[in-house]
């Protein structure tokens, strides 16, 4: 499906492109080029595929086991912190 010039000029407007001249020719063949693209894949038989959500979606992933790898320094870390309670950090009211 080639476009015309007054096509292209119209899509470079909806876009807010400016084309000088010479490029509307350049512009009509690839956005030609484009949409021959998407009339081939529209083609495409799919009446019977199963639509997935991801594509290895029934393959398990291997995983690491789930094994601590630092200590606990909570204590250390809030005992140079400003002002804490009950193991949280308190800050000054920014919002009133």
Same mark, same amino acid.
């Not at 001249?21 to 495409?44: C, G, M, R, T, W």
């Given at each position: 499906?080639?476009?015309?010039?007054?096509?292209?000029?119209?899509?470079?407007?909806?876009?807010?492109?400016?084309?000088?001249?010479?490029?509307?020719?350049?512009?009509?063949? %690839?956005?030609?080029?484009?949409?021959?693209?998407? +009339?081939?894949?529209? /083609? =495409?038989?799919?009446?019977? #595929?199963?639509?997935?959500?991801?594509?290895?979606e029934n393959l398990t992933q291997r995983m690491r086991d789930?094994?601590?790898?630092?200590? %606990?320094?909570?204590?250390?870390?809030?005992?140079? +912190?400003?002002?804490? /309670? =009950?193991?949280?950090?308190? #800050?000054?009211?920014?919002?009133?």
């Open positions: 499906m080639p476009l015309d010039r007054n096509e292209v000029e119209k899509i470079a407007h909806l876009a807010r492109l400016t084309l000088a001249e010479e490029q509307i020719p350049f512009y009509a063949s %690839n956005l030609s080029k484009i949409l021959d693209l998407v +009339a081939h894949i529209n /083609d =495409a038989q799919t009446e019977n #595929v199963v639509p997935l959500a991801h594509p290895l789930d094994k601590i790898t630092e200590t %606990n320094e909570r204590e250390l870390f809030q005992s140079i +912190a400003p002002d804490t /309670d =009950a193991g949280l950090y308190l #800050v000054p009211k920014v919002i009133e």
